[in-house]
Nanobody
């Protein structure tokens, strides 16, 4: 299983970015897919997850600003990030949890929110 994350970059506060996580297999083979982030000096934290059934969950800090969704035909999970704040600056990782219990991580993509 390979996960390819992309879409990070530099954006001003209040701006938007969309992250993509393309999977090498059918997206339905994953129990849960999610986005995590790690800021310098901090632990990695969950940002948003989506189950195979389409249930979503968000960290309190991003509720109302971020949306996780997927394109089943493209086997891709997206994270739409709006109203970005400097505290959203981090390396963002996508993760796939398999029904078997195995976890897979994509490479990180840097998101920097700064004026």
């Amino acid at each position: 299983v390979q996960l390819q994350a992309s879409g990070g970059g530099l954006v001003q506060p209040g701006g938007s970015l969309r992250l993509s996580c393309a999977t090498s297999g059918s997206i339905f083979s994953f129990k849960v897919m999610g986005w995590y982030r790690q800021a310098p000096g901090k632990q990695r934290e969950s940002v948003a997850t989506i189950t195979s059934g389409g249930w979503t969950d968000y960290a309190d800090s991003v509720k109302g600003r971020f949306t996780i969704y997927r394109d089943d035909a493209k086997n891709t999970v997206f994270l739409q990030m709006n109203s970005l704040k400097p505290e959203d600056t981090a390396v963002y990782y996508c993760k796939a949890e398999m029904w078997s219990g195995m976890d897979y991580w994509g490479q990180g993509t840097q998101v920097t929110v700064s004026s």
